[in-house]
């Protein structure tokens, strides 16, 4: 991990509640997947090609992952991390503490709209709707939740809803929901994903892709983009890494639409052997809130400044571009 990420972790888990701590940092059953997140970066390397004469101009490749409850870490919630995103584009979740209208209004870059599609199909058209009015520009479909991960975590601490005070602030008068403090999760199919695109023009993301051939039947049934990601260890821990997992849907999906890899970043050098792998951008998840518990919108502005930095650096010293071919076993 970055030094520098490593510190606002350690602040914030000196700040955070130990409850809200270990919902945010805690994975499914054994955690075996939370960790191999992160050590599948470790046990790859990057070839640097030399005298190339190329200009290290190249964008930024992340974008901030849907995370929930932000107001769990910092009073600010949503908000201070909307603000802190400046140009780079934020999926802002379902499950947020900040109704989605109020988050489009604070960000000075794009957002997207994290959702689950709901048991009541009228629910799901109705948080479409919501994200249509509120100005999101694309839409991000989980698809690796037809029900809850068991999270030892918080079944250890009775933890399963929000305190009082806060709430999922976007399932607030919605017709047909009960609870404004945790969130329904639904079986779907394709032929919920082909609905949905029928009910909106916002393009169509899946996130929670292993499987290359989900990724081929993504690709035919028009989504605009997937994201390679696990749930960040929180859903199932036999699965692969999600590092691991992207090489393969890379190769199905063909160019055809871009890929995101979701899981485990936790450095500029992880940033670049992801783009290294075929992924378009990398996906920043629990570092935002490490830096929105210690220092709220700074410290999310910080976890940006402290990643773009040390990626240009590596990928100045790769001679500017990277590759598959660049990438090694250790």
């Known amino acids: 991990m970055n030094p520098v990420l490593a510190e606002l972790h350690d602040k914030a888990r000196a700040v955070l509640d130990p409850v809200h701590y270990d919902f945010f940092a805690g994975g499914v059953g054994d955690e075996v997947v939370l960790a191999e997140n992160e050590a599948a970066f470790r046990r790859l390397a990057l070839l640097p090609r030399v005298l190339r004469g190329k200009q290290n101009s190249a964008e930024f490749p992340v974008l901030i992952s849907p995370t929930a409850f932000h107001r769990l870490a910092h009073p600010d919630g949503e908000l201070a991390t909307a603000r802190a995103a400046g140009g780079t584009v934020l999926v802002s979740g379902m499950a947020s503490t900040v109704p989605i209208a109020d988050v489009v209004a604070a960000a000075t870059g794009p957002v997207w709209f994290q ?49 009082a005070g806060l709430a999922a602030e976007n399932m607030r008068d919605l017709a047909g929901v009960t609870g404004l403090r945790k969130i329904e999760m639904a079986a779907c199919s394709w032929q919920d994903v082909d609905r949905l695109r029928e009910l909106t023009s916002l393009p169509v993301w899946l996130k929670g892709v292993l499987h290359r051939q989900d990724a081929v039947l993504a690709v035919e049934h028009g989504v605009a ?106």
């Open 115 to 163: 959702l689950y599609l709901q048991p009541d199909p009228r629910v799901t058209e109705a948080l479409v709707r919501r994200a249509e009015r509120a100005g999101c520009a694309a839409l991000v479909i989980t698809v690796d939740s037809p029900v809850f991960g068991r999270h030892r975590r918080d079944i250890a601490h009775g933890f399963h809803d929000l305190p």
């Open 225 to 330: 983009g997937i994201f390679v990601s696990n749930h960040g260890g929180r859903q199932l821990d036999v699965v692969p890494a999600a590092l691991d997992a992207l090489p393969a849907v890379v190769h199905a999906v063909g160019g055809r639409i871009p890929v995101v890899l979701d899981g485990g970043v936790r450095s500029g050098a992880d940033i670049a052997l992801a783009v290294a792998l075929g992924a378009s951008a990398a996906g920043i998840g629990r570092p935002v809130l490490w830096g929105l518990a210690a220092d709220g919108e700074a410290g999310v502005r910080r976890v940006l400044d402290v990643l773009r930095d040390e990626f240009q650096h590596v990928l100045a010293l790769c001679g500017g571009e990277l590759g598959p071919d660049m990438v090694v076993v250790r």
